[in-house]
């Protein structure tokens, strides 16, 4: 196999081009000759004359192609103009073969694929340029993956030179389809191929669901309108700038156990709806995240050595268009590697797809790299230095490491601030009887303890009690635990309204039918008659169809050298004391 990349600029040096590669390879046996063209913009007119001079120079070609956020040529970026990748192959044969889809059409168009890639022989590997933002590339796809498990299934979305718009296409010697999937198959016991691909992306903050959606407009993320989730946490709001905004920040989700991202292209204002470059389900986990430079550099140097490992006489890029939006004037750093290994051509894509496990998975932010050889490992060819300089706008030196330090410290301030909203809600729910609302004992313990300690330090006075709710089995007996909870709470409401009379008064439910209360600072002469009228209101609440039950109290004041076991021992005699003189009464120790 040898590997030819050509830039042209201008469709006038094709023929210098062809020339050349004829000189090259006209003394060499080929089984097949396979013509990449990835053209920035769509000339209809343009692509006609190359796809026409190409064929009269190889009559034999096959061709495919597609329309690109920027062209990869020998490692470097190529944003005008085409690239031209030419795989000459000594013993392995290629088909290319253009399926047009009408939009609702994607299941027949999916199985038809599947169908064609297992009827090929001796096939190794199916490639497949689609353009995703026309049609529904899921459906296909979940088809397609039907295909035999062993075969190689790799390829790339088609996109424009604006990464938004949605006007692309897929190009074969006979045609330029705006709706479509271009399959190129690989076949022949030499034919050798190793996929892989880098993301660099880490998950942000907590985990989110995915509750609403319709294809590829995401409605609620948390049952939140999902504009207002990345307005809320990353002040990214739905307007014109939503896009540029965003591009960090893709959604990040799982897909069959791997890592898959989904970029937003736009909001509506309306509805706080989100369009993405591709589907989720329902109910899938998802994150927020965002590109951090060093493990994107990491990811990257790791594909690069597992390219090398493989020793390829070509090297196919398809990147996201994103990666070369975030990386900008530097984004030759992260495709020049390659070029130091073998010849390197691809493109910037809408959308990166690569079987793994048995599965064909819908990539986005992602890089894919496609490793192809002919026999034994190949010594390194290495092609042009693709580390080609770009220009650097000033505008960008700093803008975008700004405006991402800048989200990032909104998204810690908002998530510190719900982490503490959160933890409060858990203290409260630790401290809280769930039924009544009133303090538990675990808090009132607490706070028992820590008011006997002050009064001890302090020389202050206090006053514990313990209320009990009379006969109050026999109602749960006869009414049933449903009028039990409704008595239980009303009286607790009720005593908590008479314990707030009092000075920094506390109360909590101490267990089943009991309450306990603090009064600090007050002596009993000050608390006692306050205390027997309020279990005399609190005595005469009236329940439909049950008399009205009464409650029975034990106070007991705080003595120097108390300790908490020590008051709850008095208060609790005293309470017997009530229960066993007649109950419906106040009694003191």
Same mark, same amino acid.
């Given at each position: 196999?040898?590997q030819?990349?050509?830039?042209l ?5 094709l ?8 000189? =090259?390879i006209? $003394? ?6 396979l013509?990449h063209?990835?053209t ?6 343009e ?7 190409i064929?009269?120079a ?5 061709i495919?192609?597609t329309?690109?956020n ?8 190529? =944003? ?7 795989s000459?192959?000594?013993s392995?044969?290629t ?10 059409n ?12 297992d ?5 190794v590997?199916?490639?497949l340029?689609i353009?995703?933002?026309s049609? $529904?590339s899921?459906?296909?796809l979940n #088809?397609?993956?039907?295909?035999h498990?062993?075969i ?8 424009? %030179?604006k990464i938004s ?13 705006? $709706? ?5 198959t690989?076949?022949?016991p ?9 993301i660099?992306?880490k ?7 995915v509750?609403k959606?319709k294809?590829?407009?995401l409605?609620?993320?948390? #049952? ?7 307005s ?5 709001q739905?307007d014109?700038?939503f896009?540029? #905004? ?17 970029l ?10 989100i369009?993405?470059?591709a ?9 927020l995240?965002?590109?951090d430079?060093? %493990?994107i550099?990491?990811?990257v140097?790791?594909?690069v050595k ?6 390829p ?12 939006l ?5 984004i $030759?750093? @992260? ?6 290994i073998s010849?390197t051509?691809?493109f910037?894509s809408?959308?990166e797809i690569m079987?793994?496990?048995?599965h064909?998975?819908e990539h986005?932010?992602t890089?894919?790299a496609i490793?192809?050889?002919?026999? @034994?490992k ?10 080609k300089?770009l ?13 991402m330090v ?5 998204f ?5 601030a @719900?982490?503490?909203?959160?933890n409060?809600?858990?203290?409260e729910?630790?401290d ?6 009133l303090?538990n004992?675990?808090?009132l313990n607490?706070?028992v ?14 006053i514990?009690?313990?209320a009990?709710?009379d ?10 635990h %449903?009028?039990?909870d409704?008595?239980?709470? @009303?009286?607790?409401k009720?005593?908590?309204n008479?314990v707030?009379?009092?000075p ?6 101490w267990?089943g039918e009991?309450?306990?209360f ?12 306050n205390i027997e ?9 009236k ?7 009464? %409650?029975?109290?034990g106070?007991t004041?705080?003595?120097?050298g108390?300790?908490?076991?020590s008051?709850?021992k008095r208060a609790?005699?005293?309470?017997y ?5 007649g109950k #419906? ?5």
């Amino acid at each position: 196999m040898k590997q030819y990349n050509f830039e042209l600029e201008n469709i006038s040096h094709l023929e210098n081009a062809l020339d050349s590669l004829h000189k =090259d390879i006209d $003394n060499d046996s080929y089984s097949s000759i396979l013509f990449h063209i990835y053209t920035n913009g769509i000339d209809k007119a343009e692509i006609d004359i190359v796809i026409a001079e190409i064929l009269d120079a190889f009559p034999t070609a096959s061709i495919g192609g597609t329309s690109t956020n920027g062209g990869i040529c020998d490692g470097h970026l190529v =944003d005008e103009g085409m690239v031209i990748s030419v795989s000459v192959f000594e013993s392995t044969s290629t088909q290319v073969k253009l399926f047009k889809c009408i939009p609702g059409n994607e299941d027949t168009i999916g199985k038809s694929i599947s169908d064609f890639i297992d009827s090929t022989n001796n096939i190794v590997a199916a490639e497949l340029l689609i353009t995703l933002k026309s049609i $529904n590339s899921h459906i296909i796809l979940n #088809n397609v993956e039907k295909c035999h498990k062993d075969i190689f299934v790799f390829g790339g979305g088609s996109a424009a %030179v604006k990464i938004s718009d949605e006007n692309t296409c897929v190009i074969d010697e006979n045609d330029i389809s705006p $709706n479509g999937v271009l399959v190129i198959t690989y076949s022949g016991p030499d034919f050798h191929i190793d996929v892989h691909h880098a993301i660099g992306w880490k998950a942000l903050g907590k985990e989110l669901t995915v509750t609403k959606i319709k294809g590829k407009q995401l409605f609620e993320i948390n #049952n939140t309108p999902a504009g207002k989730v990345y307005s809320k946490y990353l002040d990214i709001q739905a307007d014109e700038n939503f896009f540029s #905004n965003i591009l960090e920040f893709p959604i990040m989700s799982h897909q069959h156990g791997n890592e898959v991202l989904r970029l937003p292209f736009s909001c509506n204002h309306d509805d706080n709806s989100i369009i993405l470059a591709a589907d989720i389900d329902p109910g899938t986990p998802i994150n927020l995240s965002y590109g951090d430079p060093d %493990v994107i550099k990491e990811d990257v140097i790791a594909l690069v050595k597992k390219v090398k490992a493989f020793a390829p006489q070509a090297i196919f890029l398809y990147s996201c268009g994103v990666r070369r939006l975030y990386w900008k004037y530097l984004i $030759n750093k @992260e495709t020049a590697p390659f070029a130091a290994i073998s010849p390197t051509s691809g493109f910037y894509s809408s959308g990166e797809i690569m079987r793994m496990d048995d599965h064909i998975i819908e990539h986005h932010v992602t890089l894919i790299a496609i490793s192809m050889r002919e026999g @034994e490992k190949a010594i390194a060819q290495p092609s042009f230095n693709g580390d080609k300089a770009l220009p650097i706008p000033e505008e960008q030196k700093m803008h975008s490491q700004v405006s991402m330090v800048r989200r990032l410290a909104n998204f810690i301030n908002v998530t510190a601030a @719900e982490l503490q909203e959160a933890n409060e809600k858990l203290q409260e729910i630790a401290d809280t009887d769930e039924l009544t609302g009133l303090y538990n004992r675990r808090m009132l313990n607490k706070l028992v303890s820590n008011a006997i300690d002050r009064a001890n330090k302090n020389g202050f006075d206090m006053i514990i009690g313990i209320a009990d709710i009379d006969n109050f089995k026999e109602i749960n007996d006869t009414y049933g635990h %449903v009028m039990g909870d409704k008595v239980l709470v @009303e009286l607790a409401k009720q005593l908590d309204n008479e314990v707030e009379k009092l000075p920094s008064g506390i109360i909590g439910r101490w267990g089943g039918e009991e309450f306990m209360f603090i009064a600090p600072t007050l002596k009993l002469d000050e608390v006692l008659s306050n205390i027997e009228e309020a279990r005399k209101r609190v005595s005469s609440i009236k329940f439909d169809g049950i008399d009205s039950p009464t %409650v029975s109290l034990g106070l007991t004041a705080f003595i120097a050298g108390d300790t908490a076991e020590s008051v709850f021992k008095r208060a609790d005699a005293a309470l017997y004391e009530a229960k066993e003189t007649g109950k #419906n009464k106040t009694c003191v120790k």
